[in-house]
């Protein structure tokens, strides 16, 4: 007898509803269902989804109960590394305090579950520490954007790039390093000029310098680009090292 035969002898099934009869469990015997090998598959690969999506779903909740008691989400955090990197490297008297964070992980889970079911803040103002104010984040992240644009460094194109995702002709290791991101790739010229504000072993990312006749109702292009097109172009170690006394007074 096999598992879908007691099913069907233990079920009764009327107009509207669905009664379990519990009265055939105490006349017949407890049945034996035989598993086959298909069916014994079938279920360790159930089995195992259903693992799989609990750990899932578990581990999402911990990070989202991560982020709610520390009131700071995963970009934010990387936000608030750069600034300590940015003050160290400055050597600043000053030191960045996360706005949003009250100091208590109580206080920050209050301000998501509360009585009413809806949490505190309307979308644009959020509650802040005493000593920090709404664009305390935004003043910091101009910061950040203009000690990238001053420690930016510039490269002269040395080889046409058609922009591809992964180009084949551009090394073995160009085309299996391409950087798993949504940004985009930039099409390159020989003679063009870049800045580049970041990278990775065999990748560039950057802005093309534009001129003004060049290209008409863009003011910027921003992307990817392989590291093999460009070559660093010469420059002075004044430009390509800041003194120490400008470090200090950045």
Same mark, same amino acid.
């Given at each position: 007898?096999?598992?879908?035969?007691?099913?069907?002898?233990r079920?009764?099934?009327?107009?509207?509803?669905v009664?379990?009869?519990?009265?055939?469990? /105490?006349?017949?015997?407890?049945?034996?269902?035989?598993?086959?090998?298909?069916?014994?598959?079938?279920t360790?690969?159930?089995?195992?989804?259903?693992?799989?999506?609990?750990?899932?779903?578990?581990m999402?909740?911990?990070?989202?109960?991560?982020? !709610?008691?520390?009131?700071?989400?995963?970009?934010e955090?990387?936000?608030?590394?750069?600034?300590?990197d940015?003050?160290?490297?400055?050597?600043?008297?000053?030191?960045?305090?996360?706005?949003?964070?009250?100091?208590?992980r109580?206080?920050?889970?209050?301000?998501?579950?509360?009585?009413?079911?809806?949490?505190?803040?309307?979308?644009?103002?959020?509650?802040?520490?005493?000593?920090?104010?709404?664009?305390?984040l935004?003043i910091?992240q101009?910061?950040?954007?203009a000690?990238?644009?001053? /420690?930016?460094?510039?490269? /002269?194109?040395?080889?046409?790039?058609?922009g591809?995702?992964?180009?084949?002709?551009?090394?073995?290791?160009?085309?299996f390093?391409?950087?798993?991101?949504e940004?985009? /790739? !930039?099409r390159?010229?020989?003679?063009e000029?870049?800045?580049?504000t970041r990278?990775?072993?065999?990748?560039?990312?950057?802005d093309?310098?534009?001129d003004?006749?060049?290209?008409?109702?863009?003011?910027?292009?921003?992307?990817?680009?392989?590291r093999?097109?460009?070559?660093?172009?010469?420059?002075?170690?004044?430009?390509?090292?800041?003194p120490?006394?400008?470090?200090k007074?950045?």
């Open positions: 007898m096999t598992m879908y035969t007691q099913l069907y002898n079920l009764s099934f009327g107009w509207n509803t009664k379990i009869d519990m009265s055939a469990a /105490r006349r017949d015997p407890l049945p034996i269902i035989p598993f086959g090998l298909a069916a014994f598959a079938a360790l690969f159930a089995l195992g989804l259903a693992l799989g999506t609990t750990i899932a779903v578990g999402l909740f911990f990070i989202q109960m991560k982020i !709610i008691l520390r009131n700071k989400t995963s970009i955090s990387w936000i608030e590394e750069k600034a300590k940015r003050i160290q490297y400055y050597q600043l008297d000053e030191v960045f305090v996360f706005p949003y964070d009250m100091g208590s109580w206080k920050n889970f209050k301000q998501v579950f509360t009585w009413s079911g809806v949490p505190e803040g309307d979308g644009l103002a959020w509650p802040v520490r005493e000593d920090c104010h709404q664009y305390s935004t910091e101009l910061k950040q954007k000690d990238k644009r001053i /420690r930016s460094v510039q490269y /002269r194109v040395i080889e046409d790039y058609s591809a995702c992964c180009p084949l002709n551009k090394g073995i290791k160009t085309f390093t391409s950087p798993c991101t940004e985009p /790739r !930039i390159l010229q020989k003679g000029f870049i800045l580049a990278g990775l072993r065999y990748w560039l990312y950057g093309k310098i534009l003004d006749a060049s290209v008409e109702g863009v003011s910027r292009i921003r992307g990817w680009f392989p093999n097109c460009v070559e660093k172009c010469p420059c002075d170690a004044e430009t390509d090292q800041a120490e006394g400008e470090k007074n950045r």
